[in-house]
């Protein structure tokens, strides 16, 4: 169901913050050091198993493993969408992306009428900004904004920290843009060895060393997190500092971003606050990123608006219990609508889910669609089934599509999907085989429909209420060419 309500002042960490606030001036000073600084550390295209705290051996995450062992790790967060923009859009405004117009979009717009928590951080005394990538890939210029909706931009952290002006607080996002990393073949050999291909992928060389240049990106964004840790640890503020450090989307490779699968939108997450959160924890909640907004804000004693769909986390972060902490948190909703720009007409593959513990349900509202984009028209940048960005991996499948051991998982990438999807992830933990048309599942199917349903209609979802969708109608701020390719292969 929906959850829309206002947080006041009045909560615990608020109200220590008002009686502050309402002190002689002298005392303001004292009021503002009081509210934590915040710093938010997001990736691009990672996903959840892919940090050392979640025990892969093929990686080195120290900075993430930090904030995990000196606070709380969680195992069931996920992202709102399985695309970069309305991730960002959804973080920012804690709203589920069918509320937010072209918000919704990759390459779209975030209308200015959406407030965006960083904004509200700055009225109340923050000292806010930005490094590498904040909300986008997009345009803010049409929604009526002047910037970022994640703030100004920086260079790097000093350069954001010398811009501070004395006893402010700080709210810094630190994202980073993907690059090749400055070393993908230091321990090559024996990285290919531990790499664990997931089964809906060949296991071969090419794809194993695909894997590890991704993770050398994963180390290379780790990197400049830990340099921000020993800032805080030299500066002597980390223990005033509330850190979040997790991605806004899954890892790019085929079936993955940006589909509702969890390799498109399970993410890992830390969360480190010294002598507020507890360290050592593992909480086995549903978050859903769009709850990291309100968290923000209440902690620093600031109102959360009213439309903020999301949900704080300071209720489980300041509780000592580990696991399921809250019974409420049982599930999450994810969302997508137009990716890239990549079928006739640039039309997207809209679609929601439902994740328990136990199932994951998906509808599908254009199943006539292709998934992937298109296997006749090419982007310009990613090619034939652009909604999977161009990898050596994607083209290793696409050379071997007629391949006995290819073909099945080239179809779980690229094929048509049914209007209804649903996973037993007790017996089907990587989501491969569709049990949605298993009579034996009717019941499960229809409860797990029924309670999506009921959600997205609270939340004013026009796919829900029958109205007619417009986001496959908003502009698209990026390349629009396709070109016909008359050698191009569609799956049989």
Same mark, same amino acid.
């Given at each position: 169901?929906? #959850?829309?309500?206002?947080i *006041?002042?009045?909560?615990?960490?608020?109200?220590?913050?008002?009686?502050?606030?309402?002190?002689? *001036?002298?005392?303001?000073?004292?009021?503002?050091?009081?509210?934590?600084?915040i710093?938010?550390?997001?990736a691009?295209n990672h996903?959840?198993?892919h940090?050392g705290a979640?025990?892969?051996?093929?990686?080195?995450?120290?900075?993430?493993?930090?904030?995990a062992?000196?606070?709380?790790? =969680?195992t069931h967060?996920?992202?709102?969408?399985?695309?970069?923009?309305?991730?960002?859009?959804?973080?920012?405004?804690? !709203?589920?992306?069918?509320?937010?117009?072209?918000?919704?979009?990759?390459?779209?717009?975030?209308?200015? @009428?959406?407030?965006?928590?960083?904004d509200l951080?700055?009225?109340?005394?923050? &000292?806010?900004?930005?490094?590498?990538?904040?909300w986008?890939?997009?345009?803010?210029?049409p929604?009526?904004?002047?910037?970022?909706?994640?703030?100004p931009?920086?260079?790097?952290? @000093?350069?954001?920290l010398?811009?501070?002006?004395?006893?402010?607080?700080?709210?810094?996002?630190?994202?980073?843009?993907?690059?090749?990393?400055?070393?993908?073949?230091?321990?090559?050999?024996d990285?290919? @060895?531990?790499?664990?291909?997931?089964?809906?992928?060949p296991?071969?060389?090419?794809?194993?060393?695909?894997?590890?240049?991704?993770?050398?990106?994963?180390?290379?964004?780790?990197?400049?997190?830990?340099?921000?840790?020993d800032?805080l640890?030299?500066?002597?503020?980390?223990?005033?500092?509330?850190?979040? /450090?997790?991605c806004?989307?899954?890892?790019?490779?085929?079936?993955?971003?940006?589909?509702? $699968?969890?390799?498109?939108? &399970?993410?890992?997450?830390?969360? #480190?606050?010294?002598?507020?959160?507890?360290?050592?924890?593992?909480?086995?909640? =549903?978050?859903?990123?769009?709850?990291?907004?309100?968290?923000?804000?209440?902690?620093?004693?600031?109102?959360?608006?009213?439309?903020?769909?999301?949900?704080?986390?300071?209720?489980?972060?300041?509780s000592? @219990?580990s696991?399921?902490?809250?019974?409420?948190?049982?599930?999450?909703?994810?969302?997508?609508?137009? &990716?890239?720009?990549?079928?006739?007409?640039?039309?997207? $593959?809209? *679609?929601?889910?439902?994740?328990?513990?136990?199932?994951?349900?998906?509808?599908? /509202?254009?199943?006539?669609?292709?998934p992937?984009?298109?296997?006749?028209?090419?982007?310009?940048?990613?090619?034939l089934?652009?909604?999977?960005?161009?990898s050596?991996?994607?083209?290793?499948?696409?050379? &071997?599509?007629?391949?006995?051991?290819?073909?099945?998982?080239?179809?779980?990438?690229?094929?048509?999907?049914?209007?209804?999807?649903?996973y037993?992830?007790?017996?089907?933990?990587?989501?491969?085989?569709?049990?949605?048309?298993?009579?034996?599942? #009717?019941?499960?199917?229809? !409860?797990?429909?029924?309670?999506?349903?009921? #959600?997205?209609?609270?939340?004013?979802?026009?796919?829900?209420?029958?109205?007619?969708?417009?986001?496959?109608?908003y502009?698209?701020y990026g390349?629009?060419?396709?070109t016909f390719?008359?050698?191009?292969?569609?799956?049989?």
């Amino acid at each position: 169901m929906s #959850h829309v309500f206002c947080i *006041s002042t009045s909560t615990i960490m608020g109200l220590a913050v008002a009686v502050l606030t309402t002190t002689a *001036s002298g005392d303001v000073a004292a009021a503002e050091t009081s509210q934590p600084n915040i710093l938010f550390c997001l990736a691009d295209n990672h996903s959840w198993l892919h940090v050392g705290a979640m025990g892969n051996r093929a990686i080195k995450t120290p900075a993430f493993d930090r904030v995990a062992r000196e606070g709380a790790l =969680f195992t069931h967060a996920f992202a709102c969408a399985a695309s970069c923009t309305p991730s960002r859009s959804g973080i920012l405004t804690g !709203q589920d992306i069918w509320r937010l117009e072209q918000g919704a979009n990759l390459f779209g717009t975030l209308p200015a @009428k959406f407030t965006v928590y960083p904004d509200l951080l700055k009225e109340a005394g923050y &000292h806010i900004g930005y490094a590498g990538k904040g909300w986008g890939p997009g345009r803010f210029e049409p929604g009526g904004r002047t910037r970022n909706p994640a703030g100004p931009k920086y260079v790097d952290f @000093k350069s954001y920290l010398d811009a501070r002006s004395p006893g402010k607080p700080f709210y810094f996002w630190m994202g980073i843009l993907r690059r090749p990393p400055a070393d993908v073949d230091s321990g090559e050999k024996d990285r290919l @060895k531990r790499v664990e291909v997931p089964p809906f992928l060949p296991d071969n060389d090419v794809v194993r060393r695909h894997f590890v240049e991704y993770f050398a990106k994963i180390e290379v964004y780790d990197q400049m997190v830990q340099s921000i840790l020993d800032t805080l640890d030299e500066t002597g503020e980390l223990d005033n500092t509330l850190i979040v /450090y997790t991605c806004d989307n899954g890892m790019d490779f085929p079936r993955c971003y940006p589909n509702l $699968y969890d390799t498109g939108t &399970h993410e890992y997450l830390a969360i #480190h606050w010294a002598n507020k959160v507890k360290p050592g924890r593992t909480v086995d909640d =549903f978050v859903n990123l769009i709850d990291l907004g309100p968290t923000f804000l209440e902690a620093a004693g600031v109102d959360v608006p009213a439309p903020m769909t999301g949900r704080s986390l300071l209720p489980i972060l300041l509780s000592d @219990k580990s696991g399921r902490v809250d019974p409420n948190r049982d599930h999450v909703i994810t969302a997508r609508e137009r &990716h890239d720009w990549c079928r006739e007409n640039g039309v997207g $593959y809209p *679609s929601r889910a439902i994740r328990t513990y136990d199932y994951l349900y998906i509808r599908n /509202y254009e199943p006539d669609r292709w998934p992937a984009g298109s296997p006749v028209l090419s982007n310009e940048s990613e090619g034939l089934y652009s909604d999977c960005d161009r990898s050596t991996t994607k083209d290793y499948m696409m050379a &071997h599509h007629s391949d006995p051991d290819v073909r099945p998982l080239y179809r779980l990438a690229f094929a048509k999907r049914p209007a209804e999807e649903l996973y037993d992830l007790s017996r089907d933990p990587h989501q491969m085989k569709n049990v949605a048309s298993d009579a034996s599942y #009717h019941v499960i199917k229809s !409860q797990l429909a029924s309670r999506l349903e009921e #959600h997205l209609k609270l939340g004013g979802d026009p796919r829900a209420l029958g109205r007619k969708a417009p986001w496959d109608a908003y502009p698209y701020y990026g390349r629009t060419k396709l070109t016909f390719d008359p050698d191009a292969f569609v799956p049989q």
